[in-house]
C-alpha cells in the first residue's frame, strides 16, 4: 500500500514521467498547433480591414503580370525574327505562358462579372 501510496505521488509531481516520449512528442505537437491557430486567428482580425485593399493588389498584381509576360513574349518574338539568337523555343514558351496568363486575367474578370451581375439581380 505504502509503495502505491508513493507511485501515486511521484506521478502528481511528475506527470510526464509515465507517459511515452512519442506521447510526449504528440501533446507538444498539439501545443504548438494550438499556439499557431491562435496567432493566425488574432492576425487574421487585426487584417480583416485590410481584406479588400489585399484582394486589389491581388488584381493589380495579376494584371501588371500578365504585362510583363505579354512584353516579355513580344520581345522574345522579335528576337527570333531579327535573328538575334533567341532560340524559337523560348520565343514558344514565352508567348504560351502570355496566352495562359491573359485567359487566367480573363476568366477572373468574367467570374467577378457574373458575381457582380447576380448581385445585382437580388431583390432586397
Not at 507517459?19 to 501545443?31: G, N, T, W
Not at 512584353?71 to 531579327?82: H, I, P, R, S, Y
Amino acid at each position: 500500500m505504502n509503495s502505491a501510496m508513493q507511485v501515486a505521488t511521484q506521478a502528481a509531481q511528475q506527470p510526464d514521467s509515465f507517459l511515452p516520449a512519442s506521447m510526449l512528442e504528440q501533446a507538444d505537437q498539439i501545443k504548438q498547433a494550438i499556439s499557431a491557430n491562435d496567432s493566425l486567428q488574432t492576425s487574421q482580425s487585426t487584417t480583416s480591414g485590410e481584406a479588400g485593399t489585399s484582394f486589389a493588389n491581388m488584381l493589380k498584381s495579376l494584371a501588371q503580370d500578365v504585362s510583363v509576360k505579354s512584353a516579355q513574349a513580344g520581345e522574345a518574338v522579335q528576337g527570333v525574327l531579327a535573328g538575334e539568337g533567341v532560340p524559337l523555343h523560348q520565343a514558344v514558351i514565352a508567348a504560351e505562358e502570355a496566352s495562359v496568363s491573359f485567359q487566367l486575367m480573363v476568366e477572373v474578370r468574367n467570374k467577378l462579372l457574373e458575381s457582380y451581375q447576380e448581385l445585382m439581380r437580388m431583390q432586397v
